[in-house]
């Protein structure tokens, strides 16, 4: 396969993470520049096994795993957080971060109770900076850790008579 030519990235969809899949997702690796820019998979993973609000996501190219995703959306809120995205340093630059926002959205609107999604990113992390700008995201600011805040507001819902 030549370089830069991949899957379709309409072939990227998000499963759960599995016994069968979860080493295949600690093993996901970024650039050595990347590498402060998010914690770990295998401590993402370990903080989803404790945590019930948080939803981990295997990102799929095909029968491939590429990247990893945690969100959560608790019922009794209206705002879902994506709080780790990352796709791996070899399947870099084919659009699947661009497809896997794509369905991680989808999937947070199908919940219907969600008004609006942040996402949090290093400010100096022009890539997820670009990614999240061109899905819609609008830059609210610092928080306390020194991290960028985006928010998606959610078109409303109509229901069909």
Do not use: W
């Not at 990227?12 to 295949?24: C, D, E, F, G, S």
């Not at 093993?27 to 404790?50: G, R």
């Amino acid at each position: 396969m030549k370089k830069g030519i991949g899957l379709n990235t309409g072939d990227i969809r998000l499963v759960a993470v599995t016994r069968a899949n979860r080493a295949l997702v600690a093993a996901l690796e970024l650039a050595p520049e990347q590498m402060d820019f998010v914690a770990s998979n295998a401590e993402s993973l370990e903080e989803a096994e404790t945590d019930e609000d948080a939803r981990p996501r295997v990102v799929m190219a095909g029968t491939r795993v590429v990247g990893f995703l945690m969100y959560e959306a608790p019922e009794d809120d209206d705002e879902a957080r994506i709080y780790r995205f990352m796709i791996d340093r070899a399947s870099q630059g084919k659009g699947y971060g661009k497809a896997a926002l794509r369905e991680v959205l989808g999937e947070i609107r199908g919940l219907g109770h969600i008004s609006h999604v942040s996402i949090c990113y290093e400010p100096e992390n022009d890539a997820a900076r670009n990614l999240y700008r061109s899905a819609g995201f609008v830059e609210e600011g610092l928080d306390e850790d020194g991290e960028m805040i985006a928010d998606l507001a959610l078109p409303a819902r109509t229901h069909e008579p």
